[in-house]
């Protein structure tokens, strides 16, 4: 060891000889050798350049940490999904399933929680609505996306953009993970429709459609003809043995999957399919709902060679149709800014959706919904983007809007949203505009600011014994107390009241009574 010496004689250090050092390592030292260095004459420091930026050598507090650079940030945002559904596979070989339990709005009650599948079949739940942003992202290609669609397994999105390129999203961590290019034709990726089976079918603005494996890599060399121009919507069947697709100027085409074969044209009379805008199948059935650009939805049996009834269902074109999971209500949406809700069963219009926080503004004249799309997990939960860079969440309870996202894409002006997609799992709800930005929308955490917000509720701190309950909110007048944990007695079983929301007993306590019982209660007694 050699010992290095600065212009001060009684200030040194020690530093190994021959060793080549870079700029990182030498800033470094000159920083440790500062702090030892404590000269009772300051002189001027010029900043220090290291790699494209400047970091000043002393700060006013003369704090050690300050002399390093920055460090960027290492931590990712992360939705992560498996904890919640770790525990529910835990927990419930012990329990209940699927036992409702409310809890207080604290982080420390996040190991807690149940994934959102726990919550389906509760229609006064309303988990599925996602308004907060958890990352964005510009797209990685020169290419703007044109279609998107999450994984099976809801772990990576997938997209297509105008120079016929997939790019795979991390579900997770929202980075960037590959992009491919389909070897058939050419043209910009202009629908995506996953099968059971793990299979992708890919649509292109020349008409072809191509199957792809869950590597992205061709499964045929063949391709579904029929269709000669841009690909506008294509849908699987129930079983996942036909595929029926719509284009510009063409008839609606049902194919075989195995075969390639053209099974059926869609026509009728009084109708007029070559101007179809987008199609979707039932989940359950085979039957096809199709939207017009001359107003009208018609339903289609594929067993029968017309349709088995037409709608004039909207005043504009048709922009899109999409079918709910229990294959019971179609969601339309048109250019005459509503978005409507039909009952199969008897052919009936049951909601209609109007913005009314649009109406009366500038934007009322050309207002529009772009696209629709239901929760994966809880059916009565649906969402809508429009031209004015908003997303919407609507429920089939009501007709009115539940949350709003008010410039969601486009802030300096209204940017339109074009794509819109829910994870399988229903915790992630993607979208794209024309701002050429991809967002993720997730519920916002527990204690958050956006979640207190919006659920601004006081949290009461009372004597309950040793059990801390599930929820203590103000109501009114009165305090509410309901807990899970509670033991109640026989003597005390009058005073309490079964909750339906929960199946939990709560006791409402005026504030007299609790005035009373405070100054009443004796002092504990202190033994020597």
């Known amino acids: 060891m050699m010992l290095f010496v600065d212009k001060y004689p009684y200030k040194a250090i020690a530093q190994k000889p021959c060793i080549k050092r870079d700029a990182t390592e030498c800033f470094r030292l ?297 294959g019971l209500y179609l969601l339309s949406c048109s250019k005459d800014s509503l978005i409507k809700l039909w009952d199969i069963r008897n052919y009936k219009l049951l909601y209609v959706y109007k913005n009314d926080n649009i109406y009366n503004t500038r934007f009322s004249s050309n207002y529009e919904p772009t696209y629709i799309t239901w929760n994966p997990i809880q059916n009565h939960i649906f969402a809508s983007s429009d031209n004015k860079g908003n997303i919407k969440f609507y429920s089939t309870n009501d007709c009115k809007c539940i949350q709003t996202i008010s410039s969601a894409h486009g802030i300096d002006k209204p940017c339109s949203i074009t794509l819109l997609d829910w994870n399988p799992l229903g915790h992630l709800l993607t979208s794209f505009g024309d701002d050429k930005l991809l967002k993720f929308w997730s519920a916002s955490s527990c204690d958050s600011i956006i979640s207190k917000e919006i659920d601004a509720k006081p949290l009461v701190n009372i004597n309950n014994g040793v059990s801390f309950p599930n929820s203590r909110y103000i109501n009114d007048e009165n305090m509410v107390d309901v807990s899970s944990n509670q033991s109640i007695l026989d003597s005390e079983e009058e005073g309490y009241q079964l909750s339906k929301l929960n199946n939990n007993y709560y006791k409402k306590i005026s504030r007299k009574r609790r005035m009373v019982n405070k100054m009443t209660k004796p002092k504990p007694s202190s033994t020597t």
């Open 30 to 326: 000159k920083a440790f050798k500062a702090v030892l260095c404590n000269a009772t004459q300051p002189t001027p420091i010029t900043p220090l350049r290291i790699s494209g930026f400047t970091v000043k050598m002393f700060s006013d507090e003369q704090y050690p940490n300050n002399y390093y650079p920055t460090k960027l940030g290492i931590d990712r945002p992360a939705i992560d999904f498996n904890s919640s559904i770790c525990n529910f596979l835990k927990n419930d070989i012990y329990k209940r399933k699927f036992e409702r339990k409310l809890y207080v709005n604290h982080p420390i009650y996040l190991r807690k929680i149940r994934p959102l599948f726990c919550y389906s079949n509760m229609i006064d739940r309303y988990d599925g609505v996602l308004c907060h942003l958890a990352h964005s992202c510009i797209n990685k290609s020169k290419g703007i996306i044109v279609s998107l669609k999450w994984f099976n397994d809801g772990k990576r999105l997938l997209t297509g953009t105008q120079l016929s390129e997939l790019a795979i999203w991390n579900g997770l961590y929202f980075n960037f993970e590959d992009m491919k290019r389909i070897p058939i034709g050419g043209g910009a990726v202009s629908c995506l429709e996953w099968s059971k089976n793990d299979n992708v079918f890919a649509g292109n603005s020349l008409g072809q459609i191509v199957i792809l494996s869950s590597a992205l890599n061709l499964l045929d060399n063949y391709a579904f003809e029929g269709l000669t121009k841009n690909v506008l919507d294509i849908s699987l069947s129930c079983c996942n043995t036909k595929l029926a697709g719509c284009a510009d100027t063409c008839n609606p085409i049902i194919w075989d999957i195995k075969t390639r074969k053209i099974i059926k044209d869609l026509k009728g009379k009084n109708i007029d399919t070559n101007n179809i805008s987008c199609l979707s199948w039932n989940p359950i059935n085979d039957i096809v709902a199709s939207g017009n650009r001359t107003q009208t939805i018609s339903l289609w049996d594929i067993r029968m060679n017309k349709p088995i009834i037409s709608i004039n269902a909207h005043k504009a074109n048709v922009n899109k149709v999409k079918w709910n999971y229990n």
